[in-house]
């Protein structure tokens, strides 16, 4: 297969949400006719509700200033599939992903026409063979994986992470993962096995209480949490300076915008600190290694996350943490008048998102992003708080009718686009191709 037939192929597979066979026995199973790639170098898996791809951005930031050669696998992707594995920091190339899924394909296809398996394995499940067979053949030193759904059935896990990492629980994909904070948090430590390594983000209570009794039950090893009385300093970008009390750390900026980044950071230096004590390369933190460290927290990136281009500020916010953090984010560096492009997935908390951004926003509009699980813009009419004002609302059918619409309504002010990342995917694309 081409470049063109391979996403043509795995997208077949259907929505990566709604085909999602939870379970590990198929991705375990391709694993091993592929050669057990997974077994070719040190692994980090991270799971939780929120913070998951900014850990792994500043993981991979400070290994890639450190010299480690590392592997980075993330989900969704914003505008291309290849975006989702990334090798010594760049995205792998469309040739080279379209080879590696040829394999992952005859394979796949070899064992369900055998009956070693029920099923060929989903989109994701095969996405997933792919980069972890990228990293092998590249020969990375460090994976870093960000887990798709949950933790407990997801492809990621069967890669079996040397070392577990659990950022902040929130409540999400209820319907997947259970109505609790205890039940959801229970699904995500199932990462945690006997011989890992645990790093825990800050948690709400009823979650640390879960976790901590999952790496006890299994006798996993747990990082003690060092988390500093940290100095914050706000930038005019939205960006902050943190300065900490550790002495081999520097005061240090973080390339990744808001206040809720230095959670984020925290837990990526508990991660170094593990890698440090547990890994088979050097990250000895001596000086040099100390610049490497805060290079790489200011280097670290992460599209469509507060990023600003122009005057669109693009982020994902498609759950009610993401929504809050946002918030938080507008109340503290945006004062000019506010347009909302909104766009959210049907099995989201829409009317408690809108809650948190409509009240920021001049003007409001309500789009579809191109997926299956999109919610129809003119149900969102009712979800959004108080007593609307009809005439500033707009629906589109399009995001690129949105952000059309939204250039007409805000002449001087800023173009916030939120609520999904399939939005702020296409709103990306859209933007860097015509330049808006």
């Known amino acids: 297969m081409n470049f063109a037939e391979a996403e043509k192929y795995l997208y077949s597979l259907g929505n990566e949400v709604e085909t999602m066979k939870l379970g590990l ?21 991270v799971a939780g509700t929120n913070g998951k791809g900014s850990v792994c951005a500043f993981i991979d930031s400070i290994c890639l200033e450190a010299g ?44 369900a026409a055998q009956g070693v398996l029920e099923r060929v394995p989903t989109f994701f499940e095969q996405v997933t063979a792919i980069a972890l067979l990228a990293f092998a053949e590249a020969g990375v030193e460090l994976a870093i994986l960000e887990t798709g759904l949950g933790g407990r059935f997801d492809a990621t896990t069967a890669a079996n992470a040397e070392i577990a990492v659990i950022t902040r629980i929130d ?4 319907e997947y993962l259970g109505d609790t904070i205890e ?11 006997e011989d890992s390594h645990v790093v825990i983000g800050r948690q709400p209570e009823q979650a640390l209480k879960v976790i901590r009794e999952r790496a006890f039950r299994v006798e996993a090893w747990v990082s003690s949490d060092l988390y500093d009385p940290w100095t914050v300093v706000p930038n005019e970008d939205g960006t902050v300076r943190i300065d900490t009390t550790r002495l081999i750390y520097p005061s240090v900026e973080l390339g990744l915008r808001g ?24 990250l000895s933190f001596d000086i040099e290694e100390t610049d490497a460290f805060a290079a790489g927290l200011a280097n670290a990136r ?48 829409v009317r408690e998102m809108l809650a ?16 299956s699980r999109a919610l129809e813009p003119q149900l969102m009419v009712d979800l959004l708080p108080g007593p609307a004002e009809r005439e500033s609302i707009r629906l589109t059918d399009t995001v690129e009718e949105a952000l059309e619409c939204a250039l007409r309504r ?12 399939y939005l702020v995917g296409k709103a990306r694309q859209l933007l860097k191709q015509n330049e808006m």
Not at 356 to 371: F, G, V
Request: include cysteine; proline fraction near 4%; charged fraction near 25%.
């Open 302 to 349: 992460h599209p469509g996350r507060l990023e600003w281009i122009g005057r669109f500020l693009l982020d994902g916010a498609h759950n009610i943490s993401g929504a809050r953090a946002l918030r938080e984010y507008l109340d503290e560096f945006v004062t000019a008048p506010i347009t909302l492009v909104f766009g959210a997935m049907r099995d989201k908390p």
């Open 356 to 371: 948190l951004l409509a009240p920021k926003a001049e003007s409001i509009i309500l789009t579809r992003p191109d997926n």
């Open 171 to 174: 409540l999400d994909h209820q």
């Open 68 to 111: 480690i050669r590392t592997g980075l696998y993330t989900s969704p992707h914003l505008v291309s599939i290849t975006e989702r594995v990334r090798i010594a920091g760049v995205d792998i190339g469309e040739s080279e992903f379209a080879r590696l899924a040829t394999d992952v394909r005859a394979v796949s296809e070899d064992l």
């Open 410 to 421: 805000s002449e001087a002010g800023k173009i916030l686009v939120a609520g999904s990342l």
């Open 259 to 282: 206040r809720h980044q230095i959670e984020n950071a925290e837990t990526a230096l508990n991660v170094i600190q593990a890698l440090k004590y547990d890994s088979p390369f050097d």
């Open 25 to 45: 026995e198929n991705i375990g199973c391709l694993l091993h006719a592929l050669g057990g790639p997974h077994t070719k170098y040190f692994k980090v898996q």
């Open 183 to 193: 039940q959801i948090a229970a699904e995500k430590a199932a990462i945690i096995r």
